[in-house]
């Protein structure tokens, strides 16, 4: 299971896109809101449609744990369905955790990785609390149960502001890459990667090099490809030469691409988001080569 499951989906579908299933009311299909009369309802709908046709197509989804939520009071009884769900079509299914703020969020936070009702293979979280982040989801991923995606460089546009800055001779998101390094170097699976893996941005092709050069046995999931500064050359950077230890994420360039083709109504979102998938996949092609 874990990070090897991953790497076999990846193997044969030839493409590493993890979709996000995150999206806002106005990213919304429009006829999904009027036929369902509120925004819960639709992007429940609107979730299991995409799943029901991304089968097979993409190796993995991802969830938000605070996006579901914040939608009231049957946003996680709907977040529990979608991903037991996404489980039964085969997906490797991904988990934002909750925010982590102080050691006993992370605690509820691990215990949610191991909790049946929210079945996943692995959660994102932030360490930028430090170690205390990080130390409760270890028994999980040295069991060899689950994974831990942990952010290291995030994608949006302010993260310089803080990541990117110098602290003695290393930069901030390199003190978060050797966090990363330290609890997951003795976490391997059968292709070689640890289980405890990293976060970069596809607009960030420094840290992804580096990343890549640094940590052979690091996974790294490339986020960010919904943001201007984000594109396929970047995300190249994070494979090994098999074309492999990486993964991509992408949002609404997928879920949402009805709303920049031309002529598209939103009825036919789920053609364009499986065109859309189809893309990353060859644009991808032009630089690494999943062997």
């Not at 044969?12 to 429009?30: F, H």
Request: glycine share 8%.
């Amino acid at each position: 299971m874990s990070i090897d499951f991953l790497h076999d989906k990846i193997r044969k579908t030839k493409n590493p896109l993890i979709v996000d299933m995150s999206i806002t009311q106005e990213l919304m299909p429009p006829h999904l809101l009027e036929e369902e009369g509120d925004f819960v309802k639709a992007y429940l709908r609107f979730c299991r449609e995409l799943l029901e046709a991304l089968a097979g197509v993409v190796p993995g989804v991802r969830f938000s744990f605070d996006a579901f939520a914040l939608l009231g009071e049957n946003g996680l009884s709907n977040l529990r369905s979608l991903l037991g769900r996404a489980g039964e079509l085969g997906f490797y299914v991904l988990l934002d955790g909750p925010q982590i703020l102080s050691p006993w969020a992370a605690d509820r936070a691990a215990a949610l990785l191991t909790d049946e009702s929210y079945p996943c293979q692995g959660m994102l979280i932030s360490p930028y609390i430090g170690s205390d982040a990080i130390k409760p989801f270890v028994p999980a991923c040295t069991k060899g149960d689950q994974d831990l995606f942990i952010v290291v460089r995030s994608a949006n546009k302010s993260a310089s502001e803080l990541q990117d800055l110098l602290t003695g001779k290393r930069l901030v998101q390199g003190a978060a890459a050797e966090l990363v390094n330290r609890f997951g170097e003795s976490i391997f699976t059968k292709c070689n990667y640890s289980r405890i893996c990293a976060v970069s941005s596809a607009g960030a092709p420094d840290s992804l090099r580096n990343l890549r050069a640094q940590y052979k046995h690091m996974f790294i999931l490339v986020d960010g490809l919904d943001y201007p500064s984000g594109n396929m050359k970047n995300a190249s950077f994070a494979f090994d030469r098999y074309g492999y230890g990486a993964a991509i994420s992408a949002g609404p360039t997928v879920t949402a691409a009805w709303k920049d083709a031309e002529n598209a109504t939103s009825e036919a979102y789920i053609e364009h988001a499986l065109l859309a998938a189809e893309r990353v996949k060859k644009n991808l092609q032009r630089y690494v080569t999943i062997l």
